[in-house]
């Protein structure tokens, strides 16, 4: 069982960054590749990033490619998603999620989370 905390979300002006934390806890978390999600008022969750569980393995969204990059500190169980040149489009609540691939190089976005964390509310907005 792991838990997954989001911190780091708030208001920013366009052009601004955001550096979001989260914190995962339990005995393999360590051997879990972490995905950020985003899911804005009216729409549906897409993926945003994730990370391998040796952090040798990053995937990006197309639209936040050049923009975030996450990265994970496995002695202190922490993955971040750092974001600037933050566009309005961008305002969304942020989850982190974990999966357990069996490729510690391999991450995706597109299926095999099954821990989620409760999520953390950016606004991008003058």
């Known amino acids: 069982q792991l838990q997954l905390v989001e911190s780091g979300g708030g208001l920013v002006q366009p052009g601004g960054s955001l550096r979001l934390s989260c914190a995962v806890s339990?005995?393999?978390?360590?051997?879990?590749?972490i995905g950020w999600f985003r899911q804005a008022p009216g729409k549906e969750r897409e993926g945003v990033s994730c990370?391998?569980?040796?952090?040798?393995?990053?995937h990006y969204a197309d639209s936040v490619k050049g923009r975030f990059t996450i990265s994970r500190d496995n002695a202190k169980n922490t993955v971040y998603l750092q974001m600037n040149s933050l566009k309005p489009e961008d305002t969304a609540v942020y989850y982190c999620?974990?999966?357990?691939?069996?490729?510690?190089?391999?991450?995706?976005?597109?299926?095999?989370?099954?821990?989620w964390g409760q999520g953390t509310q950016v606004t991008v907005s003058s």
């Open positions: 990370i391998s569980s040796n952090g040798g393995g990053t």
């Open positions: 999620a974990a999966a357990a691939f069996g490729n510690q190089a391999f991450c995706t976005l597109i299926t095999g989370y099954h821990y």
């Open positions: 339990g005995v393999t978390s360590r051997f879990h590749a």
